[in-house]
T-cell receptor, first 112, second 114 residues
């Protein structure tokens, strides 16, 4: 069975203080690792998909990387509006159809 | 704007009283999903449809049912809600024909069971 573990559970940063969020996974045949952002009381918003080790994607202050066992979401010089929960999810050969298996997320708070 | 719409945004029901949650999409995606998300927990997939083909997750309780009358609409029926069913219910859609096949989520319906 797929396992997706995110750390830390919560992270508090000062504005401009760069950091990384971790997503460790154990899957049978990875068919994609997804990062989503979720604001309180809202549905998750898609950020990135990564498919193979060594792959990297960037969007504004966010950069996602992938190895064979984990993915990192690097946040460079964060702003208060980056405060949200960041969810990692995997699609694998053991998922039914196109399903995603999510981690519990990292709750990020960026203070001015 | 093309989007995933969920109604109502907030639903209060009584223990054991059936409730139906609604999802509609203007994206014309083949696949629609229902997730349950409890506080500080990961979204948990309940079931999904590929067109009219229904796929139930093995651990989804029988108390949860779904209907998809057409491409645009999907419903989640909870036949006899218990206190443990209080959660955010998220609808999502995806199109396997696009490169990342990412899921697009609606804003969710927060269900309270009294």
């Amino acid at each position: 069975e797929d396992q997706v573990t995110q750390s830390p559970e919560a992270l508090r940063l000062q504005e401009g203080e760069s950091s990384s969020l971790n997503c460790s996974y154990t899957v049978s045949g990875l068919r994609g690792l997804f990062w989503y952002r979720q604001d309180p009381g809202k549905g998750p918003e898609f950020l990135f998909t990564l498919y193979s080790a060594g792959e990297e994607k960037e969007k504004e202050r966010l950069k996602a990387t992938l190895t064979k066992k984990e993915s990192f979401l690097h946040i460079t010089a964060p702003k208060p509006e980056d405060s949200a929960t960041y969810l990692c999810a995997v699609r694998s050969n053991s998922n039914s159809g196109y399903a995603l298996n999510f981690g519990k997320g990292t709750s990020l708070l960026v203070t001015p | 704007d093309a989007m995933v719409i969920q109604n109502p945004r907030y639903q209060v029901t009584q223990f054991g009283k059936p409730v139906t949650l609604s999802c509609s999409q203007t994206l014309n995606h083949n696949v629609m999903y229902w997730y349950q998300q409890k506080s500080s927990q990961a979204p948990k997939l309940l079931f999904h449809y590929y067109d009219k083909d229904f796929n139930n997750e093995a651990d989804t309780p029988d108390n949860f049912q779904s209907r998809r009358p057409n491409t645009s609409f999907c419903f989640l029926d909870i036949r006899s809600p218990g206190l443990g069913d209080a959660a955010m219910y998220l609808c999502a859609t995806s199109d396997p024909g696009i490169p990342d096949n990412e899921q697009f989520f609606g804003p969710g319906t927060r269900l309270t069971v009294l």
